[in-house]
Protein backbone atom coordinates (compact mmCIF):
# COMPACT_ATOMS: atom_id res chain seq x y z
CA UNK A 1 0.00 0.00 0.00
CA UNK A 2 1.09 3.30 -0.30
CA UNK A 3 1.10 6.03 2.14
CA UNK A 4 -2.09 7.53 1.56
CA UNK A 5 -3.89 3.88 1.84
CA UNK A 6 -1.81 3.28 5.17
CA UNK A 7 -2.88 6.48 6.59
CA UNK A 8 -6.49 5.92 6.01
CA UNK A 9 -6.12 2.33 7.28
CA UNK A 10 -4.62 3.80 10.96
CA UNK A 11 -6.97 6.43 10.74
CA UNK A 12 -9.98 3.39 10.68
CA UNK A 13 -8.04 1.19 13.20
CA UNK A 14 -7.16 4.04 15.74
CA UNK A 15 -10.84 5.72 15.33
CA UNK A 16 -13.04 5.57 17.82
CA UNK A 17 -15.79 5.91 15.33
CA UNK A 18 -15.40 2.44 13.86
CA UNK A 19 -17.56 -0.37 15.05
CA UNK A 20 -15.00 -3.59 16.19
CA UNK A 21 -16.51 -5.61 13.73
CA UNK A 22 -15.35 -3.10 11.20
CA UNK A 23 -12.04 -2.74 12.55
CA UNK A 24 -11.87 -6.64 12.64
CA UNK A 25 -12.39 -6.95 9.14
CA UNK A 26 -10.03 -4.51 7.92
CA UNK A 27 -7.34 -6.55 10.23
CA UNK A 28 -8.14 -9.61 8.50
CA UNK A 29 -7.42 -8.37 4.67
CA UNK A 30 -4.43 -9.35 2.99
CA UNK A 31 -2.40 -6.35 2.02
CA UNK A 32 -3.60 -6.50 -1.59
CA UNK A 33 -7.34 -6.47 -0.27
CA UNK A 34 -6.44 -3.73 2.07
CA UNK A 35 -5.52 -1.64 -0.74
CA UNK A 36 -8.40 -2.04 -2.76
CA UNK A 37 -10.56 -1.43 0.16
CA UNK A 38 -8.72 1.88 0.88
CA UNK A 39 -7.51 2.98 -2.85
CA UNK A 40 -10.29 6.08 -2.71
CA UNK A 41 -13.90 6.90 -2.28
CA UNK A 42 -15.93 5.26 -4.82
CA UNK A 43 -17.13 8.69 -7.26
CA UNK A 44 -20.58 9.78 -6.91
CA UNK A 45 -22.45 10.41 -9.91
CA UNK A 46 -25.96 10.77 -11.64
CA UNK A 47 -26.73 7.12 -10.39
CA UNK A 48 -25.34 7.54 -7.05
CA UNK A 49 -22.76 4.87 -5.77
CA UNK A 50 -22.90 1.54 -6.27
CA UNK A 51 -19.95 -1.14 -5.56
CA UNK A 52 -19.75 -4.11 -3.33
CA UNK A 53 -20.01 -4.58 0.15
CA UNK A 54 -16.98 -4.16 3.07
CA UNK A 55 -14.66 -2.39 5.21
CA UNK A 56 -12.70 0.67 4.25
CA UNK A 57 -13.54 3.71 1.48
CA UNK A 58 -14.16 1.99 -1.40
CA UNK A 59 -17.27 -0.15 -0.72
CA UNK A 60 -20.38 0.22 0.46
CA UNK A 61 -20.98 -0.04 4.46
CA UNK A 62 -22.79 2.31 7.04
CA UNK A 63 -19.54 4.57 6.88
CA UNK A 64 -19.92 5.59 3.21
CA UNK A 65 -23.29 5.58 2.80
CA UNK A 66 -23.70 8.28 6.15
CA UNK A 67 -20.68 9.81 4.61
CA UNK A 68 -23.04 9.97 1.29
CA UNK A 69 -25.74 11.58 2.66
CA UNK A 70 -23.95 14.09 4.45
CA UNK A 71 -23.44 15.17 0.90
CA UNK A 72 -27.10 14.95 0.16
CA UNK A 73 -27.98 16.64 3.47
CA UNK A 74 -25.79 19.84 2.22
CA UNK A 75 -27.53 20.06 -1.05
CA UNK A 76 -31.14 20.30 0.93
CA UNK A 77 -29.45 22.63 3.45
CA UNK A 78 -28.84 25.14 0.21
CA UNK A 79 -31.69 24.89 -1.14
CA UNK A 80 -33.63 27.34 1.23
CA UNK A 81 -35.70 27.41 4.40
CA UNK A 82 -38.40 24.69 3.62
CA UNK A 83 -36.35 22.43 1.40
CA UNK A 84 -35.58 20.61 5.48
CA UNK A 85 -39.20 20.26 5.93
CA UNK A 86 -40.38 18.99 2.84
CA UNK A 87 -37.80 16.21 3.55
CA UNK A 88 -36.81 12.98 1.88
CA UNK A 89 -38.19 9.77 1.00
CA UNK A 90 -36.27 6.45 1.35
CA UNK A 91 -37.00 3.47 0.47
CA UNK A 92 -34.45 -0.01 0.06
CA UNK A 93 -35.03 -2.94 -1.46
CA UNK A 94 -34.33 -6.94 -0.48
CA UNK A 95 -29.90 -6.66 -0.39
CA UNK A 96 -28.31 -7.68 2.36
CA UNK A 97 -27.69 -4.49 4.47
CA UNK A 98 -30.26 -2.44 2.57
CA UNK A 99 -32.43 -1.70 5.31
CA UNK A 100 -29.57 -0.79 7.73
CA UNK A 101 -27.87 1.68 4.96
CA UNK A 102 -31.27 3.14 4.55
CA UNK A 103 -31.94 3.40 8.49
CA UNK A 104 -28.58 4.89 8.64
CA UNK A 105 -29.16 7.45 6.09
CA UNK A 106 -32.27 8.55 8.01
CA UNK A 107 -30.61 9.19 10.81
CA UNK A 108 -27.94 11.36 9.05
CA UNK A 109 -30.28 13.58 7.81
CA UNK A 110 -32.10 13.92 10.55
CA UNK A 111 -29.34 14.96 12.47
CA UNK A 112 -28.90 17.89 10.37
CA UNK A 113 -32.55 18.99 10.89
CA UNK A 114 -33.66 17.45 7.85
CA UNK A 115 -37.26 15.06 7.67
CA UNK A 116 -37.17 11.80 6.50
CA UNK A 117 -40.17 9.60 5.53
CA UNK A 118 -38.26 6.13 5.51
CA UNK A 119 -40.30 2.88 4.41
CA UNK A 120 -40.81 -0.02 7.25
CA UNK A 121 -40.54 -2.23 4.38
CA UNK A 122 -38.40 -2.80 1.09
CA UNK A 123 -40.24 -1.59 -1.87
CA UNK A 124 -39.85 -1.27 -5.61
CA UNK A 125 -37.83 1.71 -7.19
CA UNK A 126 -40.84 3.73 -8.83
CA UNK A 127 -43.19 3.54 -5.38
CA UNK A 128 -39.66 5.87 -4.20
CA UNK A 129 -39.92 8.30 -7.27
CA UNK A 130 -43.99 8.43 -6.89
CA UNK A 131 -43.53 8.72 -2.65
CA UNK A 132 -41.47 11.78 -2.90
CA UNK A 133 -43.48 13.49 -5.60
CA UNK A 134 -46.98 12.68 -3.98
CA UNK A 135 -45.66 13.73 -0.59
CA UNK A 136 -43.50 16.95 -2.75
CA UNK A 137 -39.78 15.97 -0.69
CA UNK A 138 -37.06 18.05 -2.15
CA UNK A 139 -35.66 14.73 -2.87
CA UNK A 140 -35.00 10.89 -2.27
CA UNK A 141 -32.96 8.16 -1.73
CA UNK A 142 -33.01 4.86 -2.96
CA UNK A 143 -30.56 1.77 -0.91
CA UNK A 144 -30.21 -0.65 -4.35
CA UNK A 145 -27.76 -2.15 -6.45
CA UNK A 146 -30.78 -2.96 -8.77
CA UNK A 147 -29.52 -6.50 -10.65
CA UNK A 148 -26.35 -6.94 -9.71
CA UNK A 149 -23.93 -9.89 -7.64
CA UNK A 150 -25.32 -10.32 -4.03
CA UNK A 151 -22.05 -8.81 -3.37
CA UNK A 152 -23.08 -5.25 -4.12
CA UNK A 153 -25.30 -2.31 -2.92
CA UNK A 154 -25.82 0.86 -4.08
CA UNK A 155 -27.07 4.45 -3.54
CA UNK A 156 -29.61 6.20 -6.23
CA UNK A 157 -30.48 9.96 -5.34
CA UNK A 158 -33.23 11.45 -6.47
CA UNK A 159 -34.75 15.01 -6.61
CA UNK A 160 -37.99 16.44 -6.39
CA UNK A 161 -38.89 15.77 -9.85
CA UNK A 162 -38.60 12.19 -8.80
CA UNK A 163 -35.80 11.66 -11.28
CA UNK A 164 -32.63 10.87 -10.25
CA UNK A 165 -30.21 13.57 -10.00
CA UNK A 166 -28.85 15.71 -12.76
CA UNK A 167 -24.89 15.76 -13.56
CA UNK A 168 -24.62 19.51 -12.11
CA UNK A 169 -26.35 17.68 -8.86
CA UNK A 170 -23.70 15.37 -8.52
CA UNK A 171 -21.04 17.45 -8.89
CA UNK A 172 -22.13 19.45 -5.78
CA UNK A 173 -23.10 16.68 -3.85
CA UNK A 174 -19.26 15.02 -4.83
CA UNK A 175 -17.78 18.35 -3.46
CA UNK A 176 -19.83 18.69 -0.68
CA UNK A 177 -18.64 14.70 0.27
CA UNK A 178 -15.01 15.78 0.02
CA UNK A 179 -15.15 18.48 2.34
CA UNK A 180 -16.25 16.63 5.13
CA UNK A 181 -14.54 13.69 7.11
CA UNK A 182 -15.62 10.15 6.77
CA UNK A 183 -15.00 9.21 10.66
CA UNK A 184 -15.05 12.89 12.64
CA UNK A 185 -17.87 14.97 10.44
CA UNK A 186 -20.60 12.78 9.95
CA UNK A 187 -23.15 12.56 12.37
CA UNK A 188 -23.48 9.33 14.83
CA UNK A 189 -26.23 7.44 15.34
CA UNK A 190 -27.04 9.01 18.84
CA UNK A 191 -27.22 12.19 17.04
CA UNK A 192 -30.05 11.39 15.45
CA UNK A 193 -33.34 13.30 16.19
CA UNK A 194 -35.77 10.59 16.39
CA UNK A 195 -39.18 12.95 15.84
CA UNK A 196 -37.66 13.77 12.35
CA UNK A 197 -37.82 9.96 10.86
CA UNK A 198 -41.23 9.41 9.93
CA UNK A 199 -42.47 6.17 9.02
CA UNK A 200 -44.11 6.30 5.11
CA UNK A 201 -47.66 6.97 5.25
CA UNK A 202 -49.32 4.00 4.25
CA UNK A 203 -51.71 5.09 2.07
CA UNK A 204 -48.85 5.73 -0.46
CA UNK A 205 -48.84 1.85 -1.46
CA UNK A 206 -52.65 2.49 -2.44
CA UNK A 207 -52.39 5.36 -4.28
CA UNK A 208 -49.41 4.33 -6.56
CA UNK A 209 -51.26 1.03 -7.67
CA UNK A 210 -54.28 3.43 -8.40
CA UNK A 211 -51.81 5.07 -10.30
CA UNK A 212 -50.60 2.21 -12.05
CA UNK A 213 -53.74 0.49 -12.99
CA UNK A 214 -54.91 3.77 -14.58
CA UNK A 215 -52.11 3.29 -16.83
CA UNK A 216 -54.45 0.28 -19.00
CA UNK A 217 -55.49 1.43 -22.20
CA UNK A 218 -57.88 -1.88 -22.64
CA UNK A 219 -58.95 -2.60 -19.38
CA UNK A 220 -60.99 -5.81 -20.62
CA UNK A 221 -58.30 -7.16 -22.11
CA UNK A 222 -57.52 -9.47 -19.20
CA UNK A 223 -60.97 -10.38 -18.01
CA UNK A 224 -62.06 -11.16 -21.37
CA UNK A 225 -59.50 -14.60 -21.26
CA UNK A 226 -59.18 -14.78 -17.75
CA UNK A 227 -60.52 -18.52 -17.77
CA UNK A 228 -57.74 -19.39 -20.31
CA UNK A 229 -54.78 -16.98 -19.81
CA UNK A 230 -52.36 -17.97 -17.14
CA UNK A 231 -48.52 -16.42 -16.41
CA UNK A 232 -45.99 -17.18 -14.09
CA UNK A 233 -44.15 -14.56 -12.36
CA UNK A 234 -41.02 -14.66 -10.16
CA UNK A 235 -39.66 -11.36 -8.43
CA UNK A 236 -36.25 -12.87 -8.32
CA UNK A 237 -36.10 -12.39 -4.13
CA UNK A 238 -37.22 -9.45 -4.73
CA UNK A 239 -39.66 -6.43 -3.83
CA UNK A 240 -41.72 -7.25 -6.76
CA UNK A 241 -43.37 -9.38 -4.26
CA UNK A 242 -44.62 -6.36 -2.68
CA UNK A 243 -46.80 -4.75 -5.40
CA UNK A 244 -47.00 -7.19 -9.14
CA UNK A 245 -49.18 -9.87 -7.73
CA UNK A 246 -51.57 -7.64 -6.09
CA UNK A 247 -51.74 -5.05 -9.65
CA UNK A 248 -52.12 -7.97 -11.76
CA UNK A 249 -54.95 -9.85 -9.39
CA UNK A 250 -56.47 -6.38 -9.39
CA UNK A 251 -56.22 -6.10 -13.09
CA UNK A 252 -58.51 -9.37 -13.69
CA UNK A 253 -55.70 -11.76 -13.68
CA UNK A 254 -56.93 -15.03 -12.13
CA UNK A 255 -54.46 -18.01 -13.37
CA UNK A 256 -51.18 -16.21 -11.86
CA UNK A 257 -48.46 -18.51 -10.48
CA UNK A 258 -45.95 -17.17 -8.46
CA UNK A 259 -42.20 -19.42 -7.69
CA UNK A 260 -42.75 -20.01 -4.77
CA UNK A 261 -39.21 -20.60 -4.16
CA UNK A 262 -38.41 -17.18 -5.74
CA UNK A 263 -40.93 -14.96 -3.56
CA UNK A 264 -39.04 -14.74 -0.15
CA UNK A 265 -37.14 -11.47 -0.34
CA UNK A 266 -33.49 -12.12 0.14
CA UNK A 267 -30.15 -10.42 -0.30
CA UNK A 268 -28.31 -13.74 -0.95
CA UNK A 269 -30.30 -14.62 -4.39
CA UNK A 270 -30.00 -18.43 -3.68
CA UNK A 271 -31.68 -19.55 -6.40
CA UNK A 272 -29.39 -17.48 -9.08
CA UNK A 273 -26.21 -16.17 -9.60
CA UNK A 274 -27.31 -13.11 -11.58
CA UNK A 275 -30.70 -11.82 -10.08
CA UNK A 276 -31.39 -10.21 -13.69
CA UNK A 277 -34.20 -10.39 -15.82
CA UNK A 278 -32.10 -10.17 -18.85
CA UNK A 279 -30.37 -13.67 -18.86
CA UNK A 280 -32.36 -17.04 -19.65
CA UNK A 281 -30.67 -17.96 -16.38
CA UNK A 282 -33.07 -16.37 -13.95
CA UNK A 283 -36.18 -17.88 -15.78
CA UNK A 284 -35.04 -21.68 -14.86
CA UNK A 285 -37.52 -22.38 -11.86
CA UNK A 286 -40.36 -20.08 -13.51
CA UNK A 287 -39.93 -21.90 -17.04
CA UNK A 288 -40.88 -25.47 -15.49
CA UNK A 289 -44.12 -23.84 -13.75
CA UNK A 290 -45.10 -22.38 -16.53
CA UNK A 291 -44.44 -26.17 -18.75
CA UNK A 292 -46.18 -27.84 -15.94
CA UNK A 293 -49.60 -25.53 -16.21
CA UNK A 294 -49.48 -25.00 -19.61
CA UNK A 295 -48.87 -21.11 -19.37
CA UNK A 296 -47.33 -19.33 -22.41
CA UNK A 297 -45.84 -16.59 -20.85
CA UNK A 298 -43.39 -15.69 -18.08
CA UNK A 299 -42.41 -12.60 -16.15
CA UNK A 300 -39.66 -11.99 -13.80
CA UNK A 301 -39.11 -8.19 -12.62
CA UNK A 302 -34.77 -7.79 -10.82
CA UNK A 303 -34.68 -6.84 -7.01
CA UNK A 304 -35.72 -3.66 -7.13
CA UNK A 305 -38.64 -4.10 -9.67
CA UNK A 306 -37.06 -1.21 -12.27
CA UNK A 307 -36.56 -3.78 -14.87
CA UNK A 308 -38.62 -6.60 -16.19
CA UNK A 309 -38.11 -9.43 -18.57
CA UNK A 310 -40.06 -12.23 -20.51
CA UNK A 311 -40.03 -15.14 -22.04
CA UNK A 312 -43.18 -16.17 -24.60
CA UNK A 313 -43.93 -19.43 -26.44
CA UNK A 314 -42.46 -19.22 -29.77
CA UNK A 315 -44.39 -21.01 -32.84
CA UNK A 316 -42.20 -24.04 -32.22
CA UNK A 317 -43.78 -24.27 -28.70
CA UNK A 318 -40.31 -23.22 -27.40
CA UNK A 319 -39.75 -20.62 -24.39
CA UNK A 320 -37.23 -17.68 -25.84
CA UNK A 321 -36.43 -14.63 -24.42
CA UNK A 322 -37.66 -10.95 -25.53
CA UNK A 323 -34.83 -8.71 -25.40
CA UNK A 324 -35.37 -4.97 -23.97
CA UNK A 325 -35.53 -3.19 -27.41
CA UNK A 326 -37.60 -5.78 -28.81
CA UNK A 327 -39.97 -5.52 -25.47
CA UNK A 328 -40.18 -1.30 -25.96
CA UNK A 329 -41.23 -1.65 -29.66
CA UNK A 330 -43.82 -4.28 -28.97
CA UNK A 331 -45.68 -2.16 -25.96
CA UNK A 332 -45.01 1.04 -27.99
CA UNK A 333 -46.92 -1.17 -31.24
CA UNK A 334 -49.73 -1.95 -28.88
CA UNK A 335 -50.32 0.99 -27.29
CA UNK A 336 -50.52 3.10 -30.45
CA UNK A 337 -52.67 0.03 -31.67
CA UNK A 338 -54.82 -0.38 -28.97
CA UNK A 339 -55.66 3.66 -29.11
CA UNK A 340 -56.30 3.49 -32.54
CA UNK A 341 -58.85 0.81 -32.16
CA UNK A 342 -60.24 2.35 -29.38
CA UNK A 343 -60.50 5.98 -31.02
CA UNK A 344 -58.80 6.98 -27.85
CA UNK A 345 -55.53 8.47 -29.29
CA UNK A 346 -54.62 11.34 -26.97
CA UNK A 347 -53.62 14.81 -28.87
CA UNK A 348 -49.73 15.19 -29.64
CA UNK A 349 -48.83 11.88 -28.21
CA UNK A 350 -45.16 10.91 -27.88
CA UNK A 351 -42.62 8.42 -27.08
CA UNK A 352 -38.70 8.48 -25.90
CA UNK A 353 -36.00 6.03 -25.64
CA UNK A 354 -31.97 5.88 -25.45
CA UNK A 355 -29.96 6.57 -27.88
CA UNK A 356 -29.01 2.96 -27.19
CA UNK A 357 -32.30 1.97 -27.97
CA UNK A 358 -33.74 -0.19 -31.26
CA UNK A 359 -34.57 2.21 -34.34
CA UNK A 360 -37.81 -0.47 -34.74
CA UNK A 361 -39.00 2.07 -32.54
CA UNK A 362 -38.73 5.30 -34.18
CA UNK A 363 -40.17 3.29 -36.93
CA UNK A 364 -42.91 2.46 -35.41
CA UNK A 365 -43.39 6.26 -34.65
CA UNK A 366 -43.30 7.81 -37.79
CA UNK A 367 -45.42 5.46 -39.53
CA UNK A 368 -48.84 5.75 -37.02
CA UNK A 369 -47.73 10.23 -36.33
CA UNK A 370 -45.96 9.71 -32.69
CA UNK A 371 -43.04 12.28 -32.39
CA UNK A 372 -40.09 9.84 -31.08
CA UNK A 373 -37.46 11.55 -28.89
CA UNK A 374 -33.89 10.04 -28.06
CA UNK A 375 -32.17 10.48 -25.13
CA UNK A 376 -28.90 9.48 -23.42
CA UNK A 377 -28.85 6.20 -21.20
CA UNK A 378 -30.28 6.97 -17.99
CA UNK A 379 -34.10 7.47 -17.05
CA UNK A 380 -33.49 10.51 -15.96
CA UNK A 381 -32.98 11.64 -19.03
CA UNK A 382 -36.75 10.42 -20.23
CA UNK A 383 -38.17 12.15 -16.97
CA UNK A 384 -36.61 15.22 -18.31
CA UNK A 385 -38.69 15.00 -21.12
CA UNK A 386 -41.77 14.17 -19.61
CA UNK A 387 -40.98 17.43 -17.12
CA UNK A 388 -40.31 19.82 -19.89
CA UNK A 389 -43.95 18.79 -21.39
CA UNK A 390 -45.87 19.18 -18.48
CA UNK A 391 -44.13 22.54 -17.62
CA UNK A 392 -45.03 23.62 -21.42
CA UNK A 393 -48.29 22.50 -21.35
CA UNK A 394 -48.31 20.33 -24.28
CA UNK A 395 -48.10 16.67 -25.72
CA UNK A 396 -48.99 13.23 -24.72
CA UNK A 397 -46.25 10.81 -22.94
CA UNK A 398 -46.92 7.29 -24.23
CA UNK A 399 -44.04 5.12 -23.30
CA UNK A 400 -40.26 5.25 -22.46
CA UNK A 401 -37.97 3.04 -22.47
CA UNK A 402 -34.41 1.45 -22.75
CA UNK A 403 -33.03 -1.30 -24.03
CA UNK A 404 -31.38 -2.48 -20.96
CA UNK A 405 -35.19 -4.06 -19.60
CA UNK A 406 -36.55 -0.43 -18.66
CA UNK A 407 -39.91 1.00 -19.10
CA UNK A 408 -42.71 3.47 -17.96
CA UNK A 409 -45.94 4.56 -19.24
CA UNK A 410 -47.95 7.07 -16.78
CA UNK A 411 -46.45 10.85 -15.40
CA UNK A 412 -46.76 9.71 -12.03
CA UNK A 413 -43.44 8.57 -11.28
CA UNK A 414 -39.88 9.31 -13.25
CA UNK A 415 -37.96 6.66 -13.25
CA UNK A 416 -38.48 2.99 -14.56
CA UNK A 417 -41.20 0.79 -13.59
CA UNK A 418 -41.95 -2.84 -13.82
CA UNK A 419 -44.58 -2.92 -11.49
CA UNK A 420 -46.61 -0.84 -14.32
CA UNK A 421 -44.69 -2.83 -16.85
CA UNK A 422 -45.21 -6.05 -16.34
CA UNK A 423 -49.02 -4.86 -16.44
CA UNK A 424 -49.13 -4.24 -19.42
CA UNK A 425 -47.03 -7.25 -20.98
CA UNK A 426 -49.56 -9.21 -19.88
CA UNK A 427 -52.51 -7.06 -20.67
CA UNK A 428 -50.39 -7.09 -24.02
CA UNK A 429 -50.06 -10.67 -24.35
CA UNK A 430 -53.49 -11.34 -23.13
CA UNK A 431 -54.84 -9.23 -25.89
CA UNK A 432 -52.71 -10.98 -28.41
CA UNK A 433 -53.84 -14.82 -26.81
CA UNK A 434 -57.78 -13.70 -27.63
CA UNK A 435 -56.24 -13.61 -31.44
CA UNK A 436 -54.57 -17.11 -30.61
CA UNK A 437 -51.00 -15.22 -30.98
CA UNK A 438 -47.83 -15.06 -28.37
CA UNK A 439 -46.05 -12.62 -28.04
CA UNK A 440 -43.50 -14.09 -30.13
CA UNK A 441 -46.12 -14.59 -33.05
CA UNK A 442 -46.32 -10.67 -32.32
CA UNK A 443 -42.98 -9.98 -32.61
CA UNK A 444 -42.59 -12.19 -35.83
CA UNK A 445 -45.47 -9.77 -37.36
CA UNK A 446 -44.20 -6.49 -36.50
CA UNK A 447 -40.74 -7.85 -38.20
CA UNK A 448 -43.22 -8.60 -41.37
CA UNK A 449 -44.91 -4.86 -40.68
CA UNK A 450 -41.49 -3.03 -40.59
CA UNK A 451 -38.83 -5.09 -41.14
CA UNK A 452 -36.36 -7.25 -39.10
CA UNK A 453 -34.14 -5.17 -36.60
CA UNK A 454 -32.01 -7.07 -34.38
CA UNK A 455 -29.61 -5.47 -31.22
CA UNK A 456 -26.61 -6.69 -29.42
CA UNK A 457 -24.75 -5.75 -26.34
CA UNK A 458 -21.09 -6.56 -25.70
CA UNK A 459 -19.73 -5.58 -22.42
CA UNK A 460 -15.85 -5.77 -21.31
CA UNK A 461 -15.28 -5.49 -17.52
CA UNK A 462 -12.19 -3.46 -16.07
CA UNK A 463 -12.56 -4.78 -12.20
CA UNK A 464 -9.24 -2.84 -10.92
CA UNK A 465 -8.65 0.35 -9.31
CA UNK A 466 -7.06 1.48 -12.81
CA UNK A 467 -10.20 0.41 -14.82
CA UNK A 468 -12.40 3.92 -15.08
CA UNK A 469 -8.73 4.90 -16.41
CA UNK A 470 -8.47 2.15 -19.17
CA UNK A 471 -11.86 2.61 -20.42
CA UNK A 472 -11.10 6.58 -20.62
CA UNK A 473 -7.93 5.73 -22.63
CA UNK A 474 -10.20 3.41 -24.98
CA UNK A 475 -12.71 5.61 -25.66
CA UNK A 476 -10.11 8.76 -26.23
CA UNK A 477 -7.99 6.63 -28.84
CA UNK A 478 -11.04 6.19 -30.58
CA UNK A 479 -12.30 9.74 -30.50
CA UNK A 480 -9.05 11.08 -31.65
CA UNK A 481 -8.52 7.92 -34.43
CA UNK A 482 -12.39 7.63 -35.33
CA UNK A 483 -12.50 4.64 -38.00
CA UNK A 484 -13.44 5.50 -41.63
CA UNK A 485 -15.05 2.40 -42.09
CA UNK A 486 -16.34 -0.79 -40.15
CA UNK A 487 -16.01 -4.35 -41.28
CA UNK A 488 -16.19 -2.73 -44.96
CA UNK A 489 -18.79 -0.90 -44.14
CA UNK A 490 -18.42 2.80 -44.76
CA UNK A 491 -19.29 5.20 -41.57
CA UNK A 492 -21.81 7.67 -42.65
CA UNK A 493 -21.58 9.98 -39.39
CA UNK A 494 -19.70 9.85 -36.23
CA UNK A 495 -21.77 11.32 -32.94
CA UNK A 496 -19.38 12.16 -30.48
CA UNK A 497 -21.87 13.10 -27.43
CA UNK A 498 -18.91 14.10 -25.30
CA UNK A 499 -17.66 17.25 -27.46
CA UNK A 500 -21.74 17.32 -28.80
CA UNK A 501 -20.88 17.22 -31.87
CA UNK A 502 -22.46 15.04 -35.35
CA UNK A 503 -20.48 14.71 -38.14
CA UNK A 504 -21.41 14.26 -41.65
CA UNK A 505 -18.12 12.72 -42.64
CA UNK A 506 -19.38 12.70 -46.66
CA UNK A 507 -19.86 16.28 -46.59
CA UNK A 508 -17.75 17.31 -43.74
CA UNK A 509 -20.78 18.90 -41.99
CA UNK A 510 -21.10 19.29 -38.34
CA UNK A 511 -24.34 19.95 -36.30
CA UNK A 512 -24.62 19.91 -32.24
CA UNK A 513 -25.97 16.66 -30.72
CA UNK A 514 -28.48 19.28 -28.40
CA UNK A 515 -27.81 16.46 -25.51
CA UNK A 516 -26.02 16.97 -22.41
CA UNK A 517 -22.09 16.50 -22.49
CA UNK A 518 -20.92 11.92 -22.24
CA UNK A 519 -18.40 9.96 -22.81
CA UNK A 520 -20.52 8.00 -25.79
CA UNK A 521 -19.51 7.97 -29.46
CA UNK A 522 -22.20 6.95 -32.06
CA UNK A 523 -21.33 5.25 -35.80
CA UNK A 524 -23.72 4.99 -37.84
CA UNK A 525 -23.22 3.37 -41.31
CA UNK A 526 -25.82 1.71 -43.75
CA UNK A 527 -27.67 -0.92 -42.40
CA UNK A 528 -26.44 -0.82 -38.87
CA UNK A 529 -25.10 1.53 -35.80
CA UNK A 530 -22.18 0.80 -33.15
CA UNK A 531 -22.14 2.24 -30.15
CA UNK A 532 -19.33 2.79 -27.32
CA UNK A 533 -19.66 3.72 -23.93
CA UNK A 534 -17.83 3.21 -20.56
CA UNK A 535 -21.09 2.03 -18.37
CA UNK A 536 -21.75 4.73 -15.81
CA UNK A 537 -22.61 2.35 -12.72
CA UNK A 538 -20.26 -0.54 -13.46
CA UNK A 539 -16.82 -1.09 -14.52
CA UNK A 540 -17.54 -1.79 -18.05
CA UNK A 541 -16.87 -0.95 -21.37
CA UNK A 542 -20.12 -1.77 -23.02
CA UNK A 543 -20.73 -1.59 -26.58
CA UNK A 544 -23.96 -1.74 -28.76
CA UNK A 545 -24.69 -3.15 -31.96
CA UNK A 546 -28.02 -2.36 -33.65
CA UNK A 547 -28.92 -3.58 -37.44
CA UNK A 548 -31.64 -4.08 -39.94
CA UNK A 549 -32.00 -6.44 -42.91
CA UNK A 550 -34.68 -8.24 -44.74
CA UNK A 551 -34.27 -11.22 -42.61
CA UNK A 552 -32.68 -11.81 -38.89
CA UNK A 553 -30.11 -13.94 -40.40
CA UNK A 554 -29.41 -10.21 -42.76
CA UNK A 555 -29.05 -8.61 -39.24
CA UNK A 556 -27.40 -11.15 -37.55
CA UNK A 557 -24.72 -11.13 -39.56
CA UNK A 558 -24.07 -7.77 -40.15
CA UNK A 559 -23.70 -7.52 -36.23
CA UNK A 560 -21.11 -10.06 -35.79
CA UNK A 561 -18.87 -8.69 -38.45
CA UNK A 562 -19.14 -5.29 -36.86
CA UNK A 563 -18.72 -6.73 -33.24
CA UNK A 564 -15.26 -8.65 -34.45
CA UNK A 565 -13.97 -5.45 -36.49
CA UNK A 566 -14.36 -3.42 -33.06
CA UNK A 567 -13.46 -6.27 -31.05
CA UNK A 568 -9.95 -6.15 -33.07
CA UNK A 569 -9.69 -2.25 -33.01
CA UNK A 570 -10.01 -1.65 -29.37
CA UNK A 571 -7.90 -4.44 -28.57
CA UNK A 572 -10.47 -5.75 -25.76
Known amino acids: MNHS ?165 ANLISDAIESVDILTDVPAPSMAKEELIIPMPAEIDEKYKECVLAERINPDAIPSVADSFSVVYTPLHGTGIKMVPDVLKTAGLIKLSVVDAQSVPDGDFPTVHFPNPEFPEAFVLGKKIAEEIGSQLIVATDPDADRVGVMAKDKDGEFRCITGNQMGALLLDYIITAHIERNTMPPEPYAVKSIVSTALAEKICTENGVKMYDVLTGFKYIGEVIKNHLSEGHGTFLLGFEESYGYLKGTYARDKDAVVASLLICEMAAYYSKKGMTLCDALEALFEKYGCYLEKTESFYFDSPEGNEIMGSITETLRENPPASIAGRQVKSVRDYKKGTITNTQTGEVSPTNLPSSDILYYACDGCIIVVRPSGTEPKLKMYFMANGKTLADAENEISECFAFMKKLLKV
Open 5 to 169: EDAQLKKWLDSPAVDRKTKEELSSLSEKELKAAMSGYMKFGTAGLRAKMGAGTAYMNEYTVAHATVGIAKLILSCGEDAAERGVAIAYDSRNNSKEFARRSAEVLSAFGIKAYLYSELRPTPCLSFALRELNCIAGINITASHNPKEYNGYKAYWEDGAQISPAQ
